[in-house]
C-alpha cells in the first residue's frame, strides 16, 4: 500500500485557527487529490500547537492514464481534388505530433471531422504530490496570518520545518523559504531531531519524543489523568461541564500532563461561579467539587512532565492573587444600591445614536411589557422590573474584571438586593439563546425580556443603517435574529413580527429617538428575517418546496413554522400533487387580477355555483384550522375541492365575453387561490 505524509512544523498556533486549519487542510487535500486524479482510501490530519499535517494512505503508484480525444478541420477542406492532405490536414497532423495516415474521421452533429485519440501518460505520484502539497498548504487562510523575515512569507505562524515522504523517499519542494525533508522534531523541551526513515514508525516516534500527534488523541489522555486525580483524591471535576476547557488544553499542549493544586480556602466564600470563571477562563485550570462543594484545589496541565512544584507554585501564586482582587472587587459590587447602578448605566454609552445602556434598559422594561400584554401575561410590573434591571452588572467591578459573569453577576447581585426570582434570574438568563444552537431560557420572563432586547438591537441597528453586509455583522444581528424566531418558534407565540417592529420602533420614538427609522429598508428587513427562518427549517430537514412556499409568511415565525412542516408532509402524497394541479389552474388565471369583488347572484353554470357552494364550507373549516394553527387539518380541507375545481373547468369558460361575468368570475377565482397564501405562496410548491 502506497502512502504519503507530510508535516508543517510552526511556531505556536492560536487554538482559534485549529478547527480551520482541519477543515481547510482536509477539504483542500481531498479536493486537490481528485482533480489531479489520484484515489486514495483513507487521509487523516494530525494537528498540535507547533505542526499540522496529513497521512495519506492507499495511493496509486501513478496517476490513470487519460483518453483524450481532439477534433480537426471539417473532412470537407482536408483532401484536394486529387485527393491529396490538404495544408488544413497537415497542419493539424503536426500540431498533434502523429502523421497524417493516424489521423481518423469522425462524425460530429452530422458532419464528418478530423479526429485523433490521445493518451496522456499519468504522471508518478510523487511527481504530483510535489505540486499538490505546496498548492493545499498554500492556498489556506487565516484569520490573522503573521509575516516574517523581510516581509515576503505569510502564514499562520512562521514555518520551522516541512516534512514531506511518498512512502519512504522524500517529496521534494521548497515552501516558505523551506526546503522538505525527511527531518521532524519532537517536544520542544523534551524532544530532540527526529530522522524519519520509515513512514509507518513516524507517528510512533513522535510519541517517544513526547509528542501526541492527534488532537482526539491528547483529549482523551486529559480526560484520563483527571479521572485519575478525581479517583484517588475522592472528589469530582465535571469534565461534561467543562468540555470546552478539555478542548482549549488539548490545543495548546503537545503532551498535557496533569497535575493537583490548591488555593486559599479563604476566598471559598465568594460565589462559586466567580471562583470557577477566574480559575478556568483566566488559569485554563478545572476547580475540583465533593458533594456538589466547592473546594480549594483545581486541576492543571503543564505541556511535558517532571516539573509539577514549580507549576503548582507558579498556577497558586497567580490564581490566590485573581481571588483576592475577584474578593475585593465582589464586597464592593454588593454595597452598591440599585439606583446607583442605574445611575451609572446612564454614563455608559451603549451605542451612539442608541444612547446609553439606561436608555435601552428603559427601552427594554417597555417592550416588554408591550409584548407581554400581546401574550395576556397578568403581573406586568414584575416584567418591567426584570426588563429594567437585565443589565445592572454592567458597572460592576466584577464584570470589568471578569466579562464572562456578564449575567450571571446580574443574577447574583439582584437576589443580594432582595429581588424577586423572576427579576434576578432575568438577569443571566435573557442573554440565552447565547448561540444559533444554545437552549432558550426555561423562564417565561426572560424570554420575554430577551425577546425584548433582541428586537430593540434589531430595529435600532436597521434604524440607523447599520445592517449587516456580506459576511460582516459586527452588531450580532444575524445571531439576535435567530434568538427571536427561536423564542417564539419554541415558545408558540403566535406573535406578528410587524407588530414587534411597529411597537419596538414606537419606544424609540417616544422615547427622544427620532433619527430611527425603518423607512425603505422593509424589503432588506424582509429578506434578513427569511434567510434566518430558512435555515431554521433546513436544520429540520424540510424540503426547499416548503421553505421557498412559506417565507411569504415570514413576519408570522410560528406559523410558517407549522405550516413548513405540515406542508413537508403533504408532498410526499399524490393527493396532494393532484390537488397542486387543479389549484395551479385557479391560481394561473386569476394571479393577474386585481380584484377579489365577486357576486353570487352572477355565476351562471350550476358547476360554478357548487364550486362557489364548496368554497364557502370549506372557507369556514378552513379558517377555523387555521385559526387553532392546525396545518394539517386546513390543507386536508382545501384538497376537497379538487373534484369540484376539475368539474369547473371542464364545465365554465372563464374568459366570457361578458364583462360582468368575466370580471366575476375571476375575482371569485382570485378568492379561492387566496385562500391557499394563509399556507404559503402555492407557486413555490409547482414542480417541473
Request: charged share 30%.
Amino acid at each position: 500500500m502506497n502512502k504519503a505524509l507530510f508535516e508543517i512544523g510552526v511556531e505556536d498556533l492560536p487554538s482559534s485557527e485549529f478547527d480551520s486549519i482541519v477543515e481547510q487542510l482536509k477539504s483542500n487535500l481531498v479536493e486537490s487529490l481528485e482533480r489531479h486524479k489520484l484515489s486514495f482510501n483513507n487521509l487523516d490530519i494530525f494537528i498540535t500547537p507547533r505542526r499540522f499535517g496529513a497521512y495519506i494512505e492507499g495511493l496509486p503508484l501513478k496517476q490513470e492514464d487519460q483518453k483524450e480525444e481532439r477534433k480537426g478541420p471539417p473532412k470537407s477542406i482536408c483532401f484536394d481534388k486529387q485527393h491529396q492532405p490538404t495544408k488544413a490536414l497537415e497542419g493539424f497532423a503536426k500540431s498533434m505530433g502523429v502523421p497524417v495516415e493516424n489521423i481518423q474521421f469522425k462524425s460530429f452533429n452530422g458532419s464528418e471531422y478530423a479526429y485523433i485519440e490521445l493518451v496522456k501518460i499519468g504522471e508518478a505520484t510523487k511527481k504530483v504530490l510535489e505540486n499538490i502539497i505546496p498548492e493545499v498548504v498554500t492556498k489556506m487562510t487565516f484569520k490573522k496570518p503573521m509575516k516574517w523575515g523581510t516581509g515576503e512569507f505569510s502564514f499562520v505562524r512562521p514555518v520551522h520545518w516541512v516534512l514531506a515522504l511518498y512512502n519512504d523517499e522524500i517529496i521534494s519542494f521548497e515552501i516558505f523559504g523551506k526546503k522538505s525533508s525527511n527531518i521532524s522534531f519532537g517536544h520542544r523541551f523534551f524532544g530532540d531531531k527526529i530522522i524519519v526513515n520509515n513512514i509507518d514508525a513516524f507517528f510512533e516516534q513522535l510519541r517517544n519524543q513526547y509528542v501526541l500527534p492527534f488532537y482526539e488523541e491528547r483529549i482523551q489522555k486529559i480526560k484520563k489523568e483527571i479521572n485519575a486525580i478525581e479517583i484517588e483524591n475522592k472528589i469530582t471535576v465535571s469534565i461534561e461541564e467543562h468540555e470546552d476547557l478539555v478542548q482549549e488544553v488539548a490545543k495548546m499542549t503537545e503532551y498535557p500532563t496533569a497535575v493537583l493544586g490548591s488555593f486559599n480556602e479563604k476566598n471559598l466564600f465568594l460565589p462559586p461561579e466567580i471562583v470557577t470563571v477566574t480559575i478556568k477562563h483566566h488559569q485554563r485550570s478545572f476547580v475540583a467539587s465533593k458533594e456538589n462543594k466547592l473546594l480549594n484545589l483545581y486541576i492543571s496541565f503543564q505541556d511535558g512532565f517532571g516539573r509539577e512544584q514549580n507549576v503548582v507554585s507558579g498556577y497558586t501564586r497567580v490564581i490566590n492573587a485573581r481571588l483576592d482582587d475577584a474578593a475585593f472587587y465582589f464586597e464592593d459590587d454588593m454595597k452598591a444600591e440599585i439606583e446607583e447602578r442605574l445611575k451609572e448605566l446612564s454614563e455608559i454609552t451603549y451605542q451612539k445614536e442608541l444612547g446609553s445602556y439606561r436608555d435601552k434598559v428603559e427601552r427594554i422594561s417597555r417592550i416588554s411589557e408591550k409584548i407581554a400584554q400581546m401574550l395576556n401575561f397578568k403581573d406586568l410590573n414584575i416584567v418591567k422590573r426584570a426588563g429594567l434591571l437585565c443589565k445592572i452588572d454592567i458597572p460592576s467591578k466584577v464584570v470589568y474584571e471578569f466579562p464572562e459573569l456578564q449575567g450571571v453577576m446580574g443574577r447574583i447581585y439582584l437576589q443580594h438586593k432582595g429581588e424577586e426570582e423572576d427579576v434576578y434570574l432575568t438577569a443571566q438568563d435573557h442573554y440565552k439563546p447565547v448561540s444559533e444552537y444554545d437552549e432558550i431560557s426555561t423562564n417565561l420572563i426572560s424570554n420575554i425580556v430577551s425577546l425584548a432586547d433582541r428586537l430593540d438591537d434589531l430595529v435600532g441597528y436597521f434604524g440607523i443603517n447599520k445592517i449587516p453586509t456580506g459576511s460582516k455583522d459586527p452588531f450580532g444581528l444575524r445571531r439576535k435574529t435567530f434568538g427571536i424566531l427561536r423564542i417564539l418558534i419554541t415558545l408558540e407565540w403566535d406573535l406578528n413580527l410587524n407588530d414587534l417592529f411597529n411597537l419596538t420602533l414606537q419606544t424609540y420614538l417616544e422615547t427622544n429617538n427620532q433619527n430611527i427609522s425603518l423607512e425603505g429598508k422593509e424589503e432588506i428587513l424582509k429578506e434578513f428575517i427569511d434567510n434566518r427562518l430558512a435555515t431554521i427549517l433546513e436544520r429540520e430537514n424540510i424540503s426547499k418546496e416548503a421553505i421557498n412556499a412559506v417565507l411569504i409568511n415570514s413576519f408570522k415565525p410560528l406559523r410558517a413554522y407549522l405550516a413548513a412542516k405540515s406542508l413537508d408532509e403533504f408532498l410526499e402524497k399524490e393527493e396532494f400533487q393532484d390537488f397542486l394541479i387543479a389549484f395551479q389552474r385557479v391560481n394561473n388565471i386569476s394571479k393577474n387580477h386585481s380584484s377579489l369583488d365577486y357576486q353570487g347572484r352572477l355565476f351562471v353554470e350550476n358547476e360554478e355555483k357548487i364550486l362557489f357552494q364548496k368554497y364557502l364550507e370549506v372557507k369556514t373549516r378552513f379558517e377555523e384550522y387555521i385559526k387553532k394553527l392546525d396545518y394539517s387539518g386546513a390543507i386536508e380541507t382545501l384538497l376537497s375541492l379538487k373534484k369540484d375545481i376539475d368539474r369547473y373547468f371542464d364545465n365554465v369558460f372563464v374568459m366570457s365575453e361578458d364583462e360582468a361575468i368575466r370580471l366575476n368570475r375571476l375575482g371569485f377565482l382570485k378568492s379561492l387561490a387566496a385562500l391557499f397564501y394563509d399556507i404559503g405562496d402555492i407557486e413555490r410548491l409547482y414542480k417541473g
